[in-house]
């Protein structure tokens, strides 16, 4: 048998794959196809949402206040009333997205009732698909779980409006039951849980559905059902430059089917860098918890946020995670809206102390880099230092964060695919410099 350790690549495993620094200077290289004042490069144009966070004046960057709209519509707006009694906003967010305008009570009712129509998965689909060899991550179960719809569609490699329109509804209607269904076989594989699999219930909300489906009492609070809400429609969108949209969209320009654009998404979601960022942002909150004595003392917690940024503590990266965002400067709307929630939630309850030491970590942060790293700059908190708290409070296990953030953008894929589809009728197909620019003579086998 081969000893493959022996290869060179395990042992220069960096060498081999490195590339000079300075070849990103010397060609103007856009790294993360960033600005060098960090703003994203122009790759397209999009009627679906805008993420504002700055302007621009006289070529310098000036900090903003953030805003959000989804087709022109204000995420406050769109999530303002905090009444548990209020209608269920997400529906009306995806009928938003892909139609382009807010629904009459008619169209809401009817499209509602198509979504509700769809959640059925294929006779077997849970035995063969979700309960055979069921991966550690959740997130890749989707991904299988989505590409085997594809070998279930007969017409799966139509490019028609129609099938394209059908498909994401589906999606959007059965993501979040295969979510719920994959966690209970994931628990029950690796932890020794019992199998608990409910049914959904006609004509519950995909936010009822989730929690009726998740909980094994089946119960749930009207407050925890709005909160969950809110915060699908805070992650349903946020613009074309997004990784995951982005990739979705790149995979949709090379004329791919739908599944295979959708699970592309996925896998870039699941990213560290990206919608898995909020493993890394309750691990952080997790130590300071345990290594902060007085949660109450902005000393003490600054002291610890020090030693992350001066790459003492949780992972050594320097990093402050659940803050700071590639566009956002002043504020993260959606962060303001699931903050404005979490406090509700917290008050007067055993989590309260804990919301404070969020938003202090949040005011301190910004002293913290200035003092230590001689950082001046305009920084927020982005969601996901509120989103976990809250999912935490509502009992929703940690490894469904992701899954959950999924379910919700499925609605903006399928918007942006749509709009690539009509719109950019060109590949996507940046180039790369190479840097080995000699020519090297070839030599053969026995001479080498």
Known sequence: MTNTENFALYKQFEKI?????????????????????????????????????????DGNKCAEQGTLRYRGYDIYDLTSDPSPNKRFNFEEIVYLLLMGDL?????LANFVAEIDEKRELPDGFTATMIMKETPHDVMNLLSRSLLMLYANDADA??????????????????????????H????????????????????????????SMLRLDRKFTAEE????????????????????????????????????????????????????????VLGMQKEIKEKVANWEDDGEVADYLAKLVNKQAFDNSGLIYGMGHAVYTLSDPRANICKQFAEKLAANTEYEAEFNLLQAIERLAPEVLAREKGLEKDMCANIDMYSGFVYSMMGIPESLLTPLFACSR??????????????GRRIIRPAYKPTRIKKRKYMPLESR
């Open 103 to 107: 629904p009459t009570t008619a169209q």
């Open 17 to 57: 794959n490195s590339v000079k620094p300075e070849y990103y200077t010397q060609y103007d290289v856009k790294r993360g196809l960033r600005n060098a004042d960090g703003t994203g490069v122009i790759a397209g144009v999009t009627n679906i949402s805008d993420v504002h966070g700055f302007v621009m004046r």
């Open 157 to 182: 490699e139509s490019r028609t409006p129609e099938h394209e329109i059908k498909t994401a509804m589906m999606l959007i209607s059965r993501l979040p039951r295969i979510m719920v269904l994959s």
């Open 225 to 280: 059902a709005r909160m969950l809400d809110v915060l699908l429609c805070l992650h349903a969108e946020h613009g074309g430059g997004n990784n995951s949209t982005f990739t979705c969209r790149v995979l949709s320009s090379a004329d791919t089917d739908a599944y295979s654009a959708y699970s592309g998404a996925l896998g870039s979601l699941k990213g560290w860098r990206h919608g898995g960022a909020n493993h890394q």
């Open 184 to 211: 209970h076989a994931q628990r029950a594989r690796f932890h020794n849980e019992s199998m608990v699999m409910h049914r959904f219930i006609p004509g519950q909300s995909t936010a009822e559905t989730i929690l």
């Open 410 to 423: 499925m609605a903006g894929w399928a918007a942006h695919r749509f709009e690539e589809i009509v719109s």
